[in-house]
């Protein structure tokens, strides 16, 4: 065999070499890429999974956090400790205005109005809290629903005032 055919089948075996490491490299992209595209397809399944039970899945956290021990305890304590709160407010509220009507002073009646304000914002807070799901039921029984702004005792309104203690 010739110098020229040794140099003709060399260059075709290094032809055949790449040709087998270029089908190899096209091999390896393409299963690169089908990998890629199984792990995008079960990331979207996941999520879709994810999305279509996010609602049963949202209603199990709801009732697991609403029935949790720790919630229970804290609400019912919570209503009870405000509701007294109100009612010993109102309480106060009767003492500075009948300050404010024995002496009415500037003092007397910032006094008079801010005991108001806070029984208001507290009976908001109550009724508030009275409205959430999470909560609400664990109200003790003996106390009211919502705080009555009829009831004398949580009106938020001194006892012999004429006009609802609105703040002006």
Not at 47 to 62: E, I, N, P, Q
Not at 73 to 92: L, P
Not at 119 to 142: F, H, I, L, P
Not at 157 to 168: E, G, K, L, Q
């Amino acid at each position: 065999m010739g110098s020229f055919q040794r140099t003709r089948e060399e260059r075709r075996e290094v032809a055949d070499a790449s040709a087998v490491g270029l089908a190899a490299g096209w091999r390896i992209v393409l299963a690169g890429l089908a990998v890629a595209a199984v792990i995008g397809l079960v990331a979207v399944g996941v999520w879709g999974f994810r999305v279509a039970t996010s609602d049963v899945k949202g209603a199990g956290d709801a009732t697991r956090i609403t029935n949790d021990g720790r919630n229970r305890v804290n609400a019912q304590e919570w209503f009870v400790g405000q509701y007294e709160q109100i009612r010993s407010t109102d309480r106060r509220i009767d003492e500075a205005y009948a300050e404010l009507s024995r002496k009415p002073t500037e003092f007397a009646e910032t006094n008079y109005r801010g005991l108001v304000n806070r029984c208001m914002e507290m009976v908001g807070a109550y009724n508030a809290e009275a409205a959430k799901v999470s909560r609400a039921q664990w109200r003790d029984t003996s106390l009211p629903e919502r705080i009555d702004d009829t009831d004398s005792t949580t009106d938020c309104r001194a006892a012999h005032s004429p006009t609802p203690a609105v703040p002006r």
